[in-house]
């Protein structure tokens, strides 16, 4: 990989990453080794987490498909070295997170991803990827249960920040998802929404608390699409 040429993005768009039953089988201990090694990066490099967690489903029996598609996360960070998270000393203070979902993104189970990163100030200090657990009708279910993780990830952060003497209530949480807003200011549950699981609901009740608060963004300015989106580099520093 030391001579590999550099590219611009640590993943395909035009190519998703999928079971390969009838393709080559590889070193699973080298595939394993190589995953490691990403998710480690990752602490430092969200732009990466993405593809890093599509290509950690298939550790379990990994063929020459997905070995390509981990070469190409290095060869994208061969062009990029010095790529990382800029903490400045000035800015303000305070709690603000951004979440965001895709809808049936996985081609093979058809359940979305959830994608999320949390500011104090400028500084991005906490991010997440994670597939959902259950399969989303909607594009405002999938917003509003990756808003639910949103909300998990703040309410931690609270209370870690509350040792040290700072006390963030009305956190807001930036979606652009208006129907997920409007699940989570009506309580009346309808034939949309009551299939949803009740441990999402705490979204609603933390809301209402007045912890954290709902605020509608423009997906153009949705910084939880670092999770996601292949070429969005925000929050990183060149």
Not at 6 to 35: A, E, F, H, W
């Amino acid at each position: 990989m030391q001579d590999c040429q550099t590219i611009r993005t640590p993943s395909d768009v035009n190519c998703k990453i999928q079971p390969d039953p009838k393709g080559k089988s590889v070193d699973q201990t080298l595939y394993r080794s190589m995953i490691d090694s990403l998710m480690y990066l990752t602490a430092s490099r969200p732009d990466i987490m993405y593809a890093v967690c599509v290509c950690a489903r298939y550790q379990s029996d990994p063929k020459e498909s997905h070995l390509v598609a981990v070469k190409r996360i290095f060869r994208y960070h061969k062009g990029k070295p010095n790529l990382g998270l800029w903490y400045p000393y000035e800015g303000n203070f305070e709690l603000y997170s951004y979440s965001d979902s895709d809808f049936s993104g996985c081609a093979l189970d058809r359940k979305s991803t959830t994608g999320g990163c949390q500011f104090l100030g400028p500084r991005l200090v906490s991010w997440q990827c994670k597939k959902q657990t259950n399969v989303s009708v909607s594009t405002a279910e999938a917003e509003y249960i990756a808003a639910s993780a949103g909300c998990s990830q703040v309410l931690w952060l609270q209370n870690q920040l509350l040792d040290y003497g700072f006390n963030f209530l009305k956190t807001p949480i930036y979606i652009d998802n208006t129907a997920a807003m409007f699940i989570t200011a009506n309580p009346v549950q309808h034939s949309k929404t009551k299939h949803i699981e009740i441990r999402y609901h705490f979204l609603r009740d933390n809301s209402e608390n007045g912890l954290i608060i709902l605020i509608k963004v423009h997906t153009d300015k949705q910084l939880a699409d670092l999770s996601q989106n292949l070429s969005c580099q925000a929050g990183l520093n060149s």
